[in-house]
């Protein structure tokens, strides 16, 4: 258990941790395995002279989003562009390799590359400080788990619509291998939320009319996405198998 062979070509030892796709391979005399991104994310704050910043413990929060929404959407110059761009990609790499808990950041960030804001630079500090935070965490490999494939899967039912006016649900699948994150994903699907305030008359009915056309209408969103989670499910499952 002390001694692991990658690839044939290197032997990771106690003590001796290697390099790989610009991950940190290191083992403890127990055998657990941990792969870690630190010296990439220093050296990315340092570069954009964050290395001193307060860590927040939030990926990203709701106020964040309301704000960037809410706020002045004139875009941003084309060096604060590029900064941007540049943080989304560094994330969008931790995110693969070993920060599946930035997953949501890197959707919202993604969902703002083509044509990024003013609010966005708020957004990139945070999540800059959030990666101070989380540096020196590590995906771990425990030799004696042997839990094999657990999927889990979730929707927050037009959560953004509160925030951002958008009706569409996100959904997230997570899915580990003997605890080991393989795959994981946050995007939006084509559900609709619940829109009542736009039913004509509306303004004349009482609560429990209300009430009822809520109920109805959730219901209605909640049987046209069961083929919609369904085969995110199963994408994800054969996905998780094969790796």
Not at 132 to 140: H, L, R, S, T
Not at 159 to 164: D, F, R, V
Request: glycine letters at 10%; a negative charge.
């Amino acid at each position: 258990k002390k001694v692991f062979e990658t690839r044939g070509r290197e032997i990771l030892e106690v003590g001796k941790p290697l390099g790989y796709l610009g991950m940190r391979i290191s083992c403890d005399k127990d055998g657990f395995i941990y792969l870690d991104n630190e010296e990439k994310i220093q050296v990315y704050l340092e570069t954009e002279n964050m290395q001193n910043c307060n860590p927040v413990c939030m990926p990203i929060t709701k106020e964040l989003i309301k704000q960037i929404f809410e706020g002045d959407k004139q875009p941003l110059d084309e060096a604060n562009a590029k900064s941007f761009r540049t943080g989304a990609g560094v994330i969008g790499w931790i995110k693969e390799t070993t920060g599946p808990q930035l997953t949501v950041l890197r959707s919202i960030m993604g969902s703002f590359n083509s044509k990024p804001v003013t609010g966005c630079m708020e957004l990139l500090k945070h999540a800059q400080r959030y990666l101070q935070g989380m540096k020196a965490k590590a995906i771990v490999i425990n030799p004696d788990c042997n839990d094999g494939l657990e999927i889990a899967t979730d929707s927050d039912w037009a959560g953004m619509y509160s925030l951002m006016g958008d009706p569409r649900s996100r959904t997230g699948i997570y899915c580990t291998y003997n605890k080991v994150p393989v795959y994981y994903r946050s995007t939006f699907q084509s559900c609709r939320g619940t829109q009542c305030d736009k039913i004509e008359g509306i303004q004349d009915m009482g609560e429990e009319e209300i009430e009822f056309l809520k109920l109805t209408e959730d219901s209605m969103i909640a049987l046209s996405s069961t083929e919609a989670e369904s085969h995110a499910l199963s994408d994800g499952l054969k996905i998780g198998l094969h790796l």
